[in-house]
């Protein structure tokens, strides 16, 4: 580059890359740095995902409230399973709102990945990003499908609990879960595209092992146990107490059992992390 006469040369700036270790291989700096990227990813998943539909944004309540009704008729009305004392629509729906959430969140992190790769093999960004925009973005149709809960709430004439300020910290938890589970599944859907048929046969099995349809206590209570290694157990239950407990039968606050589920969403989220990081670098080359 040649020089003007009478100017000073210009320096240009130079960005070394290195590679680092431990924790601070994972860049949070850079996500939080992306986050503009990050916003325009979950927008964009909201306008891919109900453009030119019919109903529109209104799949979001139809969704649960048809998974509501349905179970309402066949396991509230014709297998009469126990729902606490409340109503089983509103018993059913409060376990389908966070389980919902969780399903949609795990299903598009683990397949974030392969339906970014146009982005991934073109321009450099935190590829973390992308499952964790898929798991954001399911936070607005739960906010929207909300809003019928409090409907429900409000026809059965069923008031919350104090208890209801701790909601945010069991979402917390599903989010926790499904972002664990989907980094983990993301990392092996470029590689293994088994994945996209797994996901769906995972999420069918893993509801019925989680309380939605069904209270905890129909579990023999030596057997109980075995329900703290779903983390979702945690927050399905945890929803049903911070909203339902004071007209639930043999409602009891989180425990120890609560606490199992806590540990095993974190460790599953710190393994994903180190995991999704380890392979990172094989992303441009193989999706």
């Not at 924790?23 to 996500?31: E, I, P, Q, R, T």
């Not at 004392?85 to 709102?97: E, M, N, Q, R, W």
Request: aromatic share 14%.
């Amino acid at each position: 580059m040649r020089e003007s006469v009478g100017q000073p040369a210009v320096e240009i700036p130079t960005v070394v890359i290195e590679p680092t270790r431990g924790w601070a291989s994972l860049k949070f700096g850079a996500v939080w740095e992306y986050r503009e990227l990050l916003y325009f990813l979950v927008w964009r998943d909201l306008k891919v995902r109900y453009k030119q539909t019919l109903l529109g944004v209104a799949w979001i309540v139809l969704q649960p409230v048809i998974s509501m009704v349905v179970f309402s008729v066949l396991f509230g009305g014709l297998l009469q399973v126990p729902s606490g004392g409340v109503p089983y629509p509103i018993f059913a729906y409060s376990a389908l709102l966070p389980w919902n959430y969780f399903s949609s969140s795990l299903s598009r992190a683990s397949t974030s990945l392969v339906g970014s790769a146009h982005l991934i093999t073109k321009v450099y960004f935190p590829r973390l990003i992308i499952p964790i925009s898929g798991v954001v973005a399911g936070l607005v149709d739960f906010c929207i499908a909300f809003l019928v809960l409090i409907g429900l709430m409000v026809f059965y004439g069923i008031a919350p609990t104090p208890a209801v300020a701790l909601l945010p910290g069991f979402m917390l938890l599903a989010m926790v879960t499904a972002l664990g589970f989907g980094l983990w599944l993301s990392a092996l859907n470029v590689r293994y595209r088994d994945v996209n048929y797994l996901v769906p046969f995972l999420v069918q099995i893993w509801m019925y092992l989680t309380p939605v349809i069904y209270g905890s206590t129909l579990i023999p209570e030596q057997f109980r146990f075995l329900l703290a290694l779903n983390p979702m157990t945690g927050v399905v239950e945890g929803f049903r107490w911070a909203l339902l407990g004071a007209h639930l039968e043999d409602a009891a606050a989180p425990g120890g059992l609560f606490a199992v589920s806590i540990a095993i969403a974190l460790a599953v989220l710190a393994s994903g992390l180190v995991f999704f990081r380890n392979t990172e670098k094989t992303f441009a080359d193989i999706v």
